[in-house]
C-alpha cells in the first residue's frame, strides 16, 4: 500500500520563478492539503483540494495556487518565487467522507524547495 | 482562531528517562488533538490523536498523551525513552469540518543522552 508520494525531492530555483510540485495521495484518500514548513517552524496549511476545487485556504497570497487531478493526485505552483519561499513543502492525504477521526492526516517526505 | 503553543524548543533526556512534551491549544470548540513526530528529511508520521472519550490516550511506539479541558493542554509522555526517539515532536489541532487544516505548533527537539 503506497503512501504519499511527493516529487521532486530536492529543488533549487531561482528568484522570480516558478515552481511546480507534485504529490500522490495515499492509495483511497480523495482529499489533498499542502503545507509549508519553514526551518525551525511547524507546517504551515496553505490550501486544501477535494474533488478537483480547492476547498480551503490558509493565509498564503495568490502566487501559490493548486490543482487536483481526477486521479486525486495535486500540484502547488508558485509564481514570482521569493527567498522567503525557501522551505520544505508536504502534502498530505485524507478520506473526506468518514470524517477527520478515522482518517487523518498521511504526509508524503516533502519537497524541499530552495530559492536563490 | 486556533493555535498551538510548544514552550519547550528543545528538551534533552537520558536513555531510559521519562519523557514529557508540552502542548497547550487555543480553540473556540471542542478540539481534534494530534502528535506527530518528524525525523530529519521526513515527513510527519501521527503518534496518536484525541477526539473525544478517555482523555488518556495510547499511541504508537509507547508514546500517550492525556487532554486536559481546564487546561487546554495535551501533553505527551513516554515512560522510557529510546535513543531512536530522538526527532522533532509537533502538537496540532484540527476541526473534523476542517479535515486537513490543522494548525501546528513550531515543535519540540528531542535529544536523546546514552
Known amino acids: 500500500d503506497a503512501g504519499v508520494t511527493q516529487s521532486p525531492t530536492h529543488l533549487i530555483k531561482t528568484r522570480g520563478q516558478q515552481v511546480t510540485l507534485r504529490c500522490s495521495p495515499k492509495?483511497?484518500?480523495?482529499?489533498v492539503s499542502w503545507y509549508q514548513q519553514a526551518l525551525g517552524q511547524g507546517p504551515q496549511f496553505i490550501f486544501q483540494?477535494?474533488?478537483?476545487?480547492?476547498?480551503q485556504r490558509g493565509n498564503f497570497p495568490d502566487r501559490f495556487s493548486g490543482h487536483q487531478f481526477p486521479n486525486y493526485s495535486s500540484e502547488l505552483n508558485v509564481n514570482a518565487l521569493l527567498l522567503g519561499d525557501s522551505a520544505l513543502y508536504l502534502c498530505?492525504?485524507?478520506?473526506?467522507?468518514?470524517?477527520?477521526?478515522?482518517?487523518?492526516?498521511?504526509f508524503g517526505n516533502g519537497t524541499r524547495l530552495t530559492v536563490t | 482562531a486556533q493555535s498551538v503553543t510548544q514552550p519547550d524548543i528543545h528538551i534533552t533526556v537520558s536513555e531510559g528517562a521519562s519523557l514529557e512534551l508540552r502542548c497547550n491549544y487555543s480553540y473556540g470548540a471542542t478540539p481534534y488533538l494530534f502528535w506527530y513526530v518528524q525525523s530529519p528529511g521526513q515527513g510527519l508520521q501521527l503518534l496518536l490523536k484525541y477526539f473525544s472519550g478517555d482523555t488518556l490516550v495510547q499511541g504508537i511506539k509507547g508514546f500517550e498523551a492525556e487532554f486536559k479541558r481546564s487546561q487546554s493542554s495535551f501533553n505527551l509522555r513516554k515512560p522510557s525513552v529510546h535513543w531512536s526517539d530522538a526527532a522533532e515532536y509537533f502538537c496540532?489541532?484540527?476541526?473534523?469540518?476542517?479535515?486537513?487544516?490543522?494548525?501546528f505548533g513550531d515543535g519540540t527537539t528531542l535529544t536523546v543522552k546514552p
Open positions: 492509495s483511497g484518500h480523495d482529499t
Open positions: 496540532a489541532v484540527g476541526a473534523n469540518t476542517n479535515a486537513g487544516k490543522s494548525t
Open positions: 483540494y477535494y474533488e478537483e476545487e480547492e476547498r
Open positions: 498530505a492525504s485524507s478520506l473526506r467522507k468518514t470524517g477527520y477521526h478515522n482518517s487523518p492526516l498521511h
